[in-house]
């Protein structure tokens, strides 16, 4: 069977296409972005030099466009970061998020991770 060049052309053009309002590798994509928040810093709360680094990552993920679950929030992370430590205030805090998506999405996992030290109120 003989392919014109007309139909390799439309389905290069629609592959271009898809790819484009994808936002993301066809096949893979695994991508780290560094993010900002404001938070306390050591002059805004009394520190100590023995003010623990905490660190947690919370993560949510997307099975076939149908199923989605988790908390990947801001929230989540530090609560999770200051679990067990009921009177702390997280400061001088880093925040960061990475994606991991394979085949178009099909299956996403996204996360969020906070490292900040915990000073005690």
């Known amino acids: 069977m003989k392919t014109s060049p007309m139909s390799l052309l439309t389905a ?4 271009g296409a898809m790819g484009l309002t ?5 096949i893979y994509t ?15 709360v009394k520190t100590s030099p023995e003010d623990p680094l905490v660190s ?5 993920q ?8 988790g908390d990947m929030g801001y929230a989540a992370a530090v609560d999770k970061a200051l ?13 960061d ?5 394979v085949l178009l999405g099909l299956y996403t ?9 915990a000073a005690k109120l």
């Open 12 to 15: 290069f053009i629609l592959a």
């Open 22 to 26: 994808t936002g993301c590798g066809m």
């Open 30 to 44: 695994n991508i780290r972005a560094p993010r900002s928040y404001r938070t306390a810093t050591s002059g805004d």
């Open 56 to 60: 947690a990552e919370v993560c949510s």
């Open 62 to 69: 997307s099975i076939l466009f149908l199923l989605s679950y």
């Open 83 to 95: 679990a067990g430590r009921p009177n702390a205030v997280l400061y001088d805090v880093k925040f």
């Open 97 to 101: 998020m990475k994606v991991n998506s």
């Open 109 to 117: 996992k996204m996360c969020t991770k906070v490292t900040g030290r």
